[in-house]
């Protein structure tokens, strides 16, 4: 297995910034497709945004402009730097990764989440 494991959630206010990280064994986002979902309560898990191995970028609507992704491969590191939080940004961040070169092919190892909530 692959372990990750996410960092850098909290309580922030409406309009704040953060910086998730998930740190994985290995050189694992040399070749892995990596990427970031959501899930708030009462709701179903939703994909947030993911890079390839290739450093293709992809970003759900409702993150579009505020979030972005990146990797540093030498530290074994998947962040997410967030902007302009809003209150709907509330939920608990979970890190993945896949085998293969993008998330959409599959997902294969999650992180066990860091909880974002943002205050009004």
């Known amino acids: 297995q692959v372990p990750l494991v996410e960092s850098g959630g909290g309580l922030v206010q409406a309009g704040g910034s953060l910086r998730l990280s998930c740190v994985a064994s290995?050189?694992?986002?040399?070749?892995?497709?990596m990427g970031w979902f959501r899930q708030a309560p009462g709701k179903e898990r939703e994909f947030v945004a993911r890079?390839?191995?290739?450093?293709?970028?992809a970003y759900a609507d409702s993150v579009k402009g505020r979030f972005t992704i990146s990797r540093d491969n030498a530290n074994n590191t998947l962040y997410l730097q967030i902007r302009s939080l809003k209150p709907e940004d509330t939920a608990v961040y979970y890190c993945?990764?896949?085998?293969?070169?993008?998330?959409?092919?599959?997902?294969?190892?999650w992180g066990q989440g860091t909880q974002v909530t943002v205050s009004s």
């Open positions: 290995g050189r694992t986002l040399s070749t892995y497709g």
């Open positions: 993945a990764a896949s085998r293969k070169a993008t998330i959409i092919m599959g997902v294969d190892y």
């Open positions: 890079i390839s191995g290739g450093g293709t970028t």
